[in-house]
């Protein structure tokens, strides 16, 4: 398999989830800030030009984080990346798309890439929007882990999407909450987690 990837990016979830389930792929690093996700042999193989995609032994590429996640725990469930039991299966994918589609997609993307939602004199204004939909969701986060290790109970893909967006709150100097702390401390601690961002430049 081929993976597709930019260090302390979302990719890093997917970067973590490929190891604890043991496998061996390719890594192509992209550069971002110099537009290596929007040249052709890239866009090629994903036309939406965005990170990451995982380009499967059988051809298929796979460009989305939930997509990609979840394929790898129903095709290595030896490796229980996702829990049997179906109400916490559902938790776990209900955790996992909002860690995805809200936290990153709604909060952090107006944190690192404001123009796409602002004109120029209103930049600082959207990053502080960003900021503020980050924290209330994070706030929600700790109150669901409550009581908990991780998202479900035992490590799954949500704890990888959780994560990444923890990981983008402590570089930038957020606050996390306590709970949400604790997770991202316990995260660190996985050997898996320690080589993937050691890997990735991150000690």
Same mark, same amino acid.
């Given at each position: 398999?081929?993976?597709?990837?930019?260090?302390?990016?979302?990719?890093?979830?997917?970067?973590?989830?490929?190891?604890?389930?043991?496998?061996?792929?390719?890594?192509?690093?992209?550069?971002?800030?110099?537009?290596?996700?929007?040249?052709?042999?890239?866009?090629?193989?994903?036309?939406?030009?965005?990170?990451?995609?995982?380009?499967?032994?059988?051809?298929?590429?796979?460009?989305?984080?939930?997509?990609?996640?979840?394929?790898?725990?129903?095709?290595?469930?030896?490796?229980?990346?996702?829990?049997?039991?179906?109400?916490?299966?559902?938790?776990?994918?209900?955790?996992?798309?909002?860690?995805? +589609?809200?936290?990153?997609?709604?909060?952090?993307?107006?944190?690192?890439?404001?123009? +796409?939602?602002?004109?120029?004199?209103?930049?600082?204004?959207?990053?502080?929007?960003?900021?503020?939909?980050?924290?209330?969701?994070?706030?929600?986060?700790?109150?669901?882990?409550?009581?908990?290790?991780?998202?479900?109970?035992?490590?799954?893909?949500?704890?990888?999407?959780?994560?990444?967006?923890?990981?983008?709150?402590?570089?930038?100097?957020?606050?996390?909450?306590?709970?949400?702390?604790?997770?991202?401390?316990?995260?660190?601690?996985?050997?898996?987690?320690?080589?993937?961002?050691?890997?990735?430049?991150?000690?």
């Amino acid at each position: 398999m081929k993976f597709y990837m930019t260090p302390g990016s979302c990719s890093t979830g997917i970067h973590i989830l490929l190891e604890e389930a043991g496998l061996v792929f390719e890594a192509h690093i992209l550069n971002l800030p110099r537009g290596d996700h929007l040249k052709p042999d890239y866009l090629a193989i994903n036309p939406h030009g965005t990170i990451p995609t995982l380009v499967r032994d059988d051809g298929v590429a796979l460009t989305d984080f939930v997509a990609i996640a979840t394929w790898l725990a129903e095709t290595y469930p030896r490796r229980k990346l996702l829990p049997e039991d179906p109400d916490a299966k559902e938790r776990a994918m209900v955790s996992l798309n909002f860690a995805t +589609r809200y936290i990153h997609g709604e909060g952090f993307r107006r944190v690192f890439t404001p123009e +796409r939602y602002a004109a120029a004199g209103a930049i600082e204004a959207t990053k502080a929007q960003g900021r503020e939909i980050v924290a209330e969701a994070f706030e929600k986060v700790n109150r669901e882990l409550d009581g908990k290790s991780y998202v479900v109970g035992a490590f799954s893909i949500a704890d990888a999407g959780l994560f990444y967006v923890e990981f983008w709150a402590d570089k930038i100097g957020m606050e996390l909450p306590a709970n949400c702390r604790a997770h991202y401390e316990l995260m660190k601690s996985r050997p898996t987690v320690r080589q993937v961002l050691a890997e990735e430049g991150y000690r």
